[in-house]
């Protein structure tokens, strides 16, 4: 799975903002899948969640133009892999076009 936004901020602490707030979203919206988030440096971070009893991560990487959204799914959850990427990068697209009105 992969998925790339362009976030156009001044800094990549803005954008980190941005994964936070969509994370929030995220984690209320998916509360059934445990979701969690953890950040391992400023720029990266570690986005987990359970789907089918079974525990899945992909790795947020943030960049001075970007947020990246990677992990590999077992074949066994690539039906949901459109979904999953659906939710985060719509989550992540909102908050940025917040980011930018000013309203984070």
């Known amino acids: 799975m992969k998925y790339v936004a362009k976030h156009g901020l001044a800094d990549r602490s803005r954008a980190r903002i941005v994964v936070e707030k969509a994370y929030e979203a995220y984690r ?15 720029t990266h971070a570690k986005l987990g969640f359970t789907v089918l009893a079974k525990s899945l991560s992909v790795e947020i990487r943030l960049t001075d133009e970007e ?10 959850f ?11 990068g719509g989550e992540i697209e909102k908050w940025i076009a917040k ?5 984070v």
């Not at 209320?28 to 400023?42: F, G, K, Q, Y």
């Not at 947020?67 to 066994?76: H, S």
């Not at 980011?99 to 309203?103: E, R, W």
């Open 67 to 76: 947020v990246r959204v990677e992990g590999d799914m077992p074949l066994l």
């Open 99 to 103: 980011a930018k009105a000013g309203d």
């Open 28 to 42: 209320v919206r998916l509360a059934d899948h445990n979701p969690s988030l953890t950040w391992t440096s400023d």
């Open 78 to 88: 690539r039906p949901f892999q459109g979904k999953i990427q659906s939710v985060l």
